[in-house]
């Protein structure tokens, strides 16, 4: 799960089919006076998708997304379609650069939680294993993500140890939270496995708590 990927990957998918779409320019018919035209009905459609993804991530009262939707008509033309297309990847430049870093933040902890919450949604369906692998996946982000705002070097893959490593060693948390970071991981570790004799329903119930406890204090 890496939550950046997915958005900026998001981001990409909506620029190529406006790409496509810009694509689609024409003249207007002879003796009609107006704008260039474009497809109307993959207009609507990347329109719609884009407002639906701004929703999102920026909310409705945002500002990208509120220039988005003031481009947005029943017949879009090729300037409407130009003009959006401005705002679509000003959007995409001001994330990736960090521009949006409170936002970001907020998504990603949001994220965070909608995970949490189907991990103890599968704990009391009774899929404790598959619980606990998506409660370490969490954990894992989360360690990468404070990694990041911490700016500490991280490898291209790097290994939960290692991170609760060095961000014990950089004074985010004590060598406390640290053990129980490595209590938290040996579970996931062991579910990801198969070794299910090695934690029970209970062992996963209180390894979700944990893990919520310490991305609210240490991430929010």
């Not at 920026?58 to 300037?79: R, V």
Request: proline letters at 2%.
């Amino acid at each position: 799960m890496n939550i950046d990927k997915r958005i900026v990957d998001r981001f990409n998918d909506l620029i190529k089919l406006g790409e496509s779409l810009v694509g689609t320019r024409r003249a207007p018919p002879e003796m009609v006076v107006g704008d260039d035209r474009i497809d109307i009905q993959l207009a609507n459609q990347w329109f719609t998708s884009c407002l639906s993804f701004f929703t999102k991530v920026f909310s409705a009262e945002n500002e990208y997304y509120e220039n988005l939707k003031g481009h947005y008509q029943k017949y879009p033309t090729y300037s409407d379609v130009k003009q959006a297309f401005g705002v679509l990847k000003a959007a995409k430049d001001d994330y990736e650069s960090g521009a949006l870093f409170e936002l970001r933040s907020l998504l990603e902890a949001e994220i965070f939680d909608d995970f949490l919450e189907q991990a103890e949604h599968l704990l009391g369906s009774g899929y404790f294993q598959a619980a606990a692998v998506l409660g370490g996946c969490v954990l894992e982000d989360a360690l990468r993500k404070i990694c990041q705002k911490k700016a500490l070097s991280l490898p291209s893959k790097p290994k939960l140890d290692s991170m609760n490593s060095e961000l014990a060693k950089a004074g985010v948390y004590n060598k406390l939270t640290q053990k129980k970071i490595t209590a938290l991981a040996d579970i996931r570790n062991s579910a990801a496995h198969g070794n299910r004799s090695n934690f029970n329903k209970q062992d996963v119930e209180d390894m979700l708590k944990s893990i919520r406890d310490f991305v609210e204090k240490n991430y929010t």
